[in-house]
C-alpha cells in the first residue's frame, strides 16, 4: 500500500518535472521572454482577456489536474489494467499542452497557436472520454482543465482573428 503510494507520487513528480524541463529546454531555445512579452502585449485582445499575471498561477493549479491524471492513467497502462487506446489521448494531450507555449510565444505564430489549442481541447475531451468508464473520478478532476482549455481556445481564436492582418 505504501509502495503504491510512493510510485504515484514518484511519477506525479516525475510528469511535473519533465513537464518544465522540457518547456524550459523550448524556452531557451525558441523564446526571449522579453521580446514575447512584448509581442503579446501589442497583440489586439478581445475584451475578456485576463492580465497576463492570471496565466502562472491558473496553470500551476492545472499541471497539477495534468500530472496526477496523467500518472495515473500511465501507472495503471504499465499495470496493464488499461489499454493504450486509454492512454494515448493522455499522451497526446501532454504533448500538445507542452507545445503550445514554443509555438505561440517562440514562434509567435497565432495560426498555428490556434491549430496547437485546438487539438489541445480535442485531446482532452478524448481522454476524458476515454477514461470515463474506468475512472470516473478522473472526468471530474478534470473539470476545470476542461474549463480553462475551453476558455483559452476561445481566446486564442479571437487573438488569431483580431490580428489576422498583422
Do not use: H
Not at 500500500?1 to 507520487?9: D, F
Not at 486509454?86 to 509567435?108: D, S
Not at 491549430?115 to 476524458?128: N, Q, S, Y
Amino acid at each position: 500500500m505504501i509502495a503504491r503510494r510512493v510510485l504515484k507520487t514518484v511519477i506525479s513528480v516525475s510528469t511535473r518535472l519533465q513537464r518544465d524541463l522540457i518547456t524550459g529546454f523550448f524556452r531557451r531555445i525558441f523564446m526571449d521572454s522579453s521580446s514575447s512579452a512584448a509581442w503579446y502585449a501589442q497583440l489586439s485582445k478581445p475584451f475578456f482577456a485576463p492580465p497576463a499575471g492570471v496565466f502562472g498561477p491558473v496553470w500551476s493549479v492545472l499541471y497539477i489536474i495534468i500530472a496526477v491524471s496523467f500518472g495515473f492513467v500511465l501507472l495503471q497502462y504499465l499495470r496493464r489494467r488499461l489499454p493504450f487506446r486509454v492512454l494515448l489521448p493522455f499522451i497526446l494531450n501532454l504533448l500538445f499542452n507542452l507545445a503550445y507555449t514554443p509555438i505561440q510565444f517562440g514562434l509567435k505564430n497565432n495560426a498555428l497557436g490556434s491549430l496547437d489549442i485546438l487539438l489541445v481541447l480535442g485531446t482532452l475531451v478524448w481522454a476524458m472520454t476515454a477514461i470515463r468508464q474506468r475512472a470516473r473520478w478522473v472526468v471530474w478532476v478534470n473539470i476545470p482543465y476542461l474549463l480553462w482549455v475551453l476558455f483559452a481556445t476561445v481566446l486564442q481564436l479571437s487573438i488569431t482573428w483580431l490580428n489576422r492582418g498583422a
